[in-house]
């Protein structure tokens, strides 16, 4: 295990190995190194067992949209743990902070989306979304038409329904997945994938993949497609600005639903309040969770288009919820959130003045030796890592992204490597000043990994 001058340090890590599995871990590597033990936060910032700040490029996991250490979200806990902690909503009851919190939801949601089914995370949604397509069509009279589209390196989560849906290899690999009835596409990721085509070229070509894909599966059996309006694990992979109207074009030939999911994009990081509102589309089922709670207590949920609605609920029972669906102190702790998220503009902010700023001074760092590609829309951003900047050939086998991840965490920054792609999505309360905190430290960890990689 790494050196710490905190003895109790040492005492967690020994309990992390000795007992705890934890998620997405090379449990070997963890035991060597021992997890760092965050403490606590306040803000934008993380303070660790060793007492060292650290600057959360990453909101948690995406999902501190209100930033850490609001009161208000314990005290209504608090208060409601109290009152009522929880009751079910099955069989024909309902309680108060989970009917309230669906209609907000549903007023910040697209005209005509005015049902939520709720969950305890984004994968439970997407199972959700699964089910209840496949029930819709086949109240429809068409049970036939199960198939869902989704893109190979997309993310919708970890149970077997969400790590089908989502196109990551190394979740496929482990349990037999996708399960059947479950096909992918390929990603709009230009930077990557795109060659020596145009970005425009390259979106027009991915966006054809799903009308070539629905006329091989036969529309007749193509349920839905799922994608994120910008991917997030996969990269933050911005599509290039052709893609989402081709994609839009497509999808209103075919009788297909469209679901956006929302779990990264939704409750403010675009800018928007929905990734759908910044691209316009029109999706018929958006999977939520993360920005909802500020991820203060889990919850997700499904936002559903009133003609789906009108479908279900002609159909008998829908047999499917959780235990916490709609738990009463997550739905308060939501509606606090958002609360917040509204009363004080936050999202407002991120488009005018904070995501504008982020976006000038991440791009700031292009002219860096180790950087081929900066691109980033509202509170999210990537950071190429290459070898060479024209042919945006990469430092194969060397692990770039890991060693830039490490000099970030050692000098007070959380930023994210997939592959040899850097990744920040920070809190919707980041500052001016504490967004060049980032961008300076970031510097400074790439200045780093240069010398390393070079030396
Ligand atoms: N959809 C999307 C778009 C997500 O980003 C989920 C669904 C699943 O949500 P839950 O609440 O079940 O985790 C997510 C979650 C990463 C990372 O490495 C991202 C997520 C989860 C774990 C790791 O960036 N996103």
Redesign the pocket.
Known sequence: MSVTSNPQTRQWQELSSDHHLA??SDYQQLKEKGPRIITHAKGVHLWDSEGHKILDGMAG??CVAIGYGRDELADVAARQMRELPYYNLFFQTAHPPVLELAKVVAELAPAGMSHVFFTG??????DTVLRLVRHYWALKGQPQKKVIISRING?????VA?ASLGGMVGMHEQGDLPIPGIVHIAQPYWFGEGGDMTPEAFGIWAAEELEKKILEVGEANVAAFIA?PIQ??GGVIIPPDSYWPKIKEILAKYDILFVA?E??CGFGRTGEWFGSDYYDLQPDLM?I??GLTSGYI?M?GVIVRDLVVKVISEGGDFNHGFTYSGHPVAAAVALENIRILRDEQIVTRVKEETAPYLQKRLRELADHPLVGEVRGLGLLGAIELVRDKATRARYEGLGVGMICRQFCFDNGLIM?A?GDTMIIAPSLVITKAEIDELLDKARKCLDLTLEAVNG
Do not use: C, M, Q
Not at 155 to 159: K, L, P, V
């Open positions: 998620p997405f996991l995406w995370s984004g994968s439970e949604g997407n993310y919708h989560g970890s149970t969400g994120e997030g694990a999911d779990v990264i999977t969770a993360k889990p997700g994210r997939v």
